[in-house]
């Protein structure tokens, strides 16, 4: 199961407060996303809006033929979409390994995991932790935990939620190689939400800015690299 993601005129709302107004993003399949935006812009909410998690939403989101708005969360992964929030949400208790023997479990015949051997191929780093506890791992050790865990469940679709944020910079160079080892190998198609602008566009094709939950700008890596005016009012810079 894959295909384009395509969000029509979504709305957002927590309870009563409307976060998201009519926002329109396609991510074609296979290509990178990044969705910058600054504190409180939305960039979350659309994620957790797009995983039809913990958000009341209104208007469209379809990946290929699939209506993830009319899925629970557990068919959404099932769709072959994995969202890793930014609170990474690891068990701290577990190993690293039972961290990714346990996202095994949540397989199903149309989607079998990725064999945990397999992954740890992918972060070499984790194979040399497998033994060790959750709450013993740095703190970019655990966002490359979160991430292996999310690709356990063989996504098609992948949703990182400020995967660089408080990590120092050689820390966020090992997390941004690992994302680019996952596109090549797997075909996978990303939104990567960043403050973090210069890291998320590097691995970007396409770049979509939110500002109070409207899209300011929508265009390719390189368009926006031309973009100062959009660089300096809406990010900081
Ligand atoms: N659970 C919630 N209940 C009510 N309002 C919320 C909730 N979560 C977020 N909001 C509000 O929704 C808006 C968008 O928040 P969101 O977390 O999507 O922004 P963000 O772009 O991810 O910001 P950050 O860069 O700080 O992570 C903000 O005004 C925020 O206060
Ligand atoms: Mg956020």
Do not use: W
Not at 127 to 146: F, K, N
């Amino acid at each position: 199961m894959s295909g384009d993601l395509e969000v029509r005129d979504l709305h957002a709302h927590y309870g009563t407060a409307h976060v998201l107004f009519g926002v329109d993003l396609t991510v074609p399949a296979g290509t990178t996303t990044a969705l910058l935006g600054r504190n409180g812009a939305g960039k979350t909410t659309l994620l957790k809006s797009i995983a039809n998690a913990e958000v009341r939403t209104s208007g469209s989101v379809r990946y290929g033929s699939t209506d993830l708005r009319a899925l629970s969360p557990y068919r959404v992964a099932r769709a072959g979409v994995q969202l890793v929030p930014e609170d990474r949400r690891i068990f701290t208790r577990l190993t690293v390994r039972e961290n990714l023997r346990l996202a095994t479990k949540a397989a199903t015949p149309e989607r079998p995991p990725v064999p945990v051997d397999r992954i740890v191929e992918l972060f070499p780093l984790l194979g040399d932790l497998i033994g060790r506890a959750g709450y013993a791992l740095s703190g970019g050790e655990q966002q490359l935990l979160a991430i292996a865990r999310a690709m356990v469940g063989n996504p098609s679709l992948l949703l990182l939620d400020e995967p660089s944020e408080g990590l120092a910079p050689r820390i966020v160079e090992q997390v941004g190689d690992a994302i680019e080892r996952l596109q090549s190998e797997f075909s996978l198609t990303v939104v990567l939400a960043e403050q973090n602008s210069r890291f998320a566009v590097d691995l970007a094709d396409a770049v979509c800015v939110i500002d109070g939950g409207r899209v300011v700008f929508d265009g390719s890596a390189g368009e926006f690299a031309t973009q100062d005016a959009v660089r300096e009012r809406y990010l900081q810079v």
